[in-house]
């Protein structure tokens, strides 16, 4: 296990009616500038619980709507302008992991003072960030929990996903009933998405790493269990429950403490929604099991058979038949729920393939073998 220093600041109030916590928001600071998406939460109710509980707490109220999936720093230009002319002193975020995100660049942005997409290019330059809060609403990316941002830049084709620990939410709510009405789509990309940063530190180098290991098959367990009931009955609350608290806890470094985290397959995957605006979850699906085989060889093939035997219950003494079955279920779960399997089932053809691969294997950090460019199109090849 390789040393590390465990912090993680969030607050995290989980449950029904945890909503009420944002009327403790008030401190030392008045102003918010509440950043959300398209307008599921002013129909789903949880934007006027959201302005009631502000209300209570006597904080004035700027507003930021209009977020897209895969979050664009155009936008995040006009945060920091809204943030610098009204004095606004804190963040809230009320959405999934692209609102949270667009905030988090906001709250940077506005201690940097130039321009945000610098910070895309070079983290280190963030040195402190406005107070970042949220109240997450789909269970997916764990940027409620996380120091990661992840925004896009559509006029370049770049996509880009910085860390650092200043944009760290202070405290998140949790409300599984706030994800009742995320829909079918959203919520199977979701459980890819956290199975797929599992499974980025889950198969590492790092040896007597078990604790972490057999934390990660519990985690993986529960999304394969629930993640099919909340499919079929949104308004189960222990599914949404199970779902939303895995989605936290495959990202806030629970996992990757002590281990590593390779990176293997999400860089692969921000090339495709950086060039073709995709869904992050169904991106992951259809590149996670073709990555799987393709760095399937002598040195990976036990940890792929214990995947198998550990996390799927395979009953196999042979190495790779465990192993090749255990990239089947992944393949046929995903399939499961109604994710496609290949890059023609969304329109993606090979035209970007060398460009994208070219942007993207600087940051494939890999495990088990190092990919290369050639690597990484063989790779959206063979997901054709
Ligand atoms: O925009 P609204 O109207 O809110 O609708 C959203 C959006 O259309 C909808 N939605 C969210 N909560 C809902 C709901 N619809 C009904 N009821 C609700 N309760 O779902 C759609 C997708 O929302 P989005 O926030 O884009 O999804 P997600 O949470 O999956 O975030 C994806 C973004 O996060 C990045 C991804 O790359 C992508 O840009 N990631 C961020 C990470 C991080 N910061 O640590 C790590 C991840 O690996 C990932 O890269
Ligand atoms: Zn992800």
Known sequence: MNNFTYSVPTVIH????????????????SRVLMVYGGGSIKKNGIY?????????????VFELGGVTPNPRVQLVRKGIEICKKNSVDMLLAVGGGSSIDCAKLIAAGVVYGGDPWD??????????????Y?????????????????????????????????????????????????SKKQTAAGAVDIMSHIFESYFTNV???????????????????????????????????????C???????????????????????????????????????????????????????????DYGR??????????????TAAIDKTKTFFSSLGMPSKLSEIGIDSTHFEEMAADCVRFCEGCYMPLTKEDIVNIYNKAL
């Not at 989980?14 to 600071?29: D, N, T, V, Y």
């Not at 910070?119 to 970042?132: F, T």
């Not at 929990?145 to 200043?166: A, E, F, L």
């Open 247 to 305: 989605s936290s806890l495959a990202l806030n470094g629970l996992l990757s403490y002590g281990a590593e985290v390779s990176w293997c397959v999400h860089p692969i995957e921000h090339e495709l929604s950086a060039y073709y605006d995709i869904t992050h979850g169904i991106g992951l699906a259809i590149l996670t099991p073709v990555w799987m085989e393709y760095v399937l060889n002598e040195k990976s093939v036990s940890q792929f058979a």
């Open 48 to 60: 006027d619980a959201a302005m009631k509980y502000m209300g209570d707490a006597g904080l004035e």
């Open 14 to 29: 989980f449950g029904k009616g945890q909503i009420s916590h944002l009327s403790e928001l008030k401190e030392s600071r």
């Open 207 to 245: 040896e007597g790493t078990n604790l972490q290991r057999h934390i990660s098959e519990a985690l993986l367990k529960t999304v394969i269990e629930y993640a099919p009931i909340a499919l079929e009955t949104p308004d189960n609350y222990d599914a949404r429950a199970n779902l939303m608290w």
């Open 310 to 323: 550990n996390v799927w219950n395979i009953i196999e003494d042979d190495n790779i038949k465990a192993a």
């Open 134 to 182: 949220c109240v997450l609403t789909l269970a997916a990316t764990g940027s409620e929990m996380d120091n990661s941002t992840v925004i896009s830049d559509p006029t370049i084709n770049s996509k880009m996903d910085i860390c650092s620990d200043y944009i760290k939410p202070k405290m998140a709510i949790l409300d599984p009933e706030y994800t009742f009405t995320v």
């Open 119 to 132: 910070l895309m290019l070079d983290s280190s330059l963030i040195k402190g960030a406005l107070p970042i």
